[in-house]
């Protein structure tokens, strides 16, 4: 294989093989403020519903998100609904279709069910959601019960996402989580209760203070859980951040060496698939019949309507990101106007290169739609970039069948880059 430091930006420096993969093309620095986004027609399309509260604020999180208050999810609910008639009354869903739902955050779980129910019905009475759609809900552990979980059965969320991460208390507790490890156990349990069978876990490695034996401990205990669909992440430490300020200032442990971290990743693969759970993303493993078709559909360039502060969207050509800001955003609402924050339109090639660097995430793609979708081919403008990767070794090819080696698993951030920065 050539040098691994072929694809780096700086010949000096190792190519990136941490998790910081390509989530925005083209930059954000380049996305527009306070222009209209133009009226849509969704057909295949998801949605994505983001609740922007949590109950403590973890030490890693960079997303959108604020520290739960009294009457946050009332109010929160309230500009929900009539964010919603805003972009009914804008768009045209006469033959839109569902393929998946995800109410996540935030706390996606901190949500009433009452809201969960209302939303949903809204979403089959105007948006195109049918009774065959995937319908995730995303739970913190301890925020609900085994009779919570039966209405929203009833209600038609099928798919249940549990953010575990690990199973060491003193690590939870470094972490500022909100549970301990009996509340995640409890909490799977009580999903399981209600008859959810479409069951998911949240596991991360490479923390403060993790070693790998602790590691081994939360995959073992994960898959003694018996369930169907597991994601494991690497902790990536952003700059200026709480954590990455914490590791700085000596009050966190510190993270695993580089070599602990590899043999962590390396473990995970060979423990997962002898449990009979495949990888098919760089980040999630299933039973057969169990692939999330909201993660697949995140990364494929499928079309996706996102609600709520900071959510983005995609149709088509067309990218666009609801106001980060709450007061922002509530007031965009006030005045009649669907919340948009930033946007963009994408040329052929912008969108061809977004669609490759996402859609490697699922490490084996087939390239054609994507290059009919963009209307540019890689042949016409990105044959270079190609060749580069497959002579790193990172990738192969037959026809528009690309698939990343363990190599381009690897160092997947680097691939990514190669056609997206």
């Not at 991460?165 to 989580?177: C, H, K, P, Y």
């Not at 700059?239 to 990743?265: F, H, K, V, Y």
């Not at 007061?327 to 969108?351: C, F, H, N, T």
Request: glycine content about 8%.
């Amino acid at each position: 294989m050539a040098s691994l430091e072929v694809l780096a930006s700086d010949a000096a420096t190792p190519p990136r093989n941490d998790a910081a993969y390509v989530f925005h093309h083209p930059p954000k620095f380049l996305w527009h403020r306070d222009e209209e986004v133009p009226a849509q027609r969704w057909e295949r399309y998801s949605i994505y519903l983001h609740v922007p509260f949590c109950k403590k604020i973890c030490t890693f999180c960079t997303f959108e998100r604020k520290r739960l208050r009294r009457g946050s999810l009332a109010n929160f609910a309230d500009h929900l609904w009539r964010e919603l008639d805003l972009v009914r009354a804008r768009d045209d869903f006469s033959a839109a279709a569902v393929h998946s739902v995800y109410i996540g955050g935030g706390t996606g779980s901190l949500l009433p069910n009452a809201d969960i129910v209302r939303f949903l019905r809204d979403l089959r009475d105007r948006f195109g959601l049918s009774g065959g759609a995937e319908v995730t809900l995303e739970c913190e552990p301890g925020t609900k019960s085994a009779g919570d979980y039966e209405v929203l059965l009833e209600a038609g969320v099928n798919r249940v996402s549990i953010g575990i991460q690990a199973f060491q208390d003193d690590v939870l507790r470094r972490l500022n989580r909100s549970h301990d490890v009996a509340m995640a156990v409890s909490q799977v349990r009580a999903a399981k209760e209600a008859g959810f069978e479409n069951l998911h876990i949240d596991l991360m490695y490479g923390l403060p203070g993790q070693s790998t034996r602790d590691w081994e401990e939360s995959l073992d205990r994960a898959i003694a859980l018996e369930v169907p669909h597991i994601s494991v992440y690497p902790l990536i430490v952003f700059p200026d951040e709480l954590l990455d300020r914490q590791l700085r200032q000596g009050d966190a442990p510190e993270r695993p060496s580089e070599d602990a971290i590899e043999e962590m990743r390396e473990t995970t693969l060979r423990r997962l698939e002898d449990a009979g759970l495949s990888r098919y993303s760089l980040t999630e493993y299933s039973r057969p019949g169990h692939a999330c078709d909201y993660v697949i559909t995140t990364w494929d360039g499928s079309d996706y309507l996102g609600l709520g502060p900071g959510a983005y969207s995609r149709a088509g050509g067309q990218l666009w990101e609801n106001d980060v800001i709450h007061a922002a955003y509530e007031r965009r609402i006030a005045e009649g106007l669907a919340p948009v924050g930033k946007s963009i339109r994408m040329s052929g090639e912008d969108q061809l290169r977004r669609d490759l660097a996402m859609s490697l995430c699922m490490i084996d793609i087939d390239t054609a739609p994507l290059e009919r979708r963009a209307g540019v081919s890689v042949d016409t403008a990105l044959s270079a970039e190609r060749e580069r990767l497959v002579a790193a070794g990172y990738l192969t090819t037959r026809g528009s069948r690309w698939t990343l080696t363990e190599a381009g698993i690897r160092y997947a951030t680097e691939v990514m880059k190669t056609f997206a920065v």
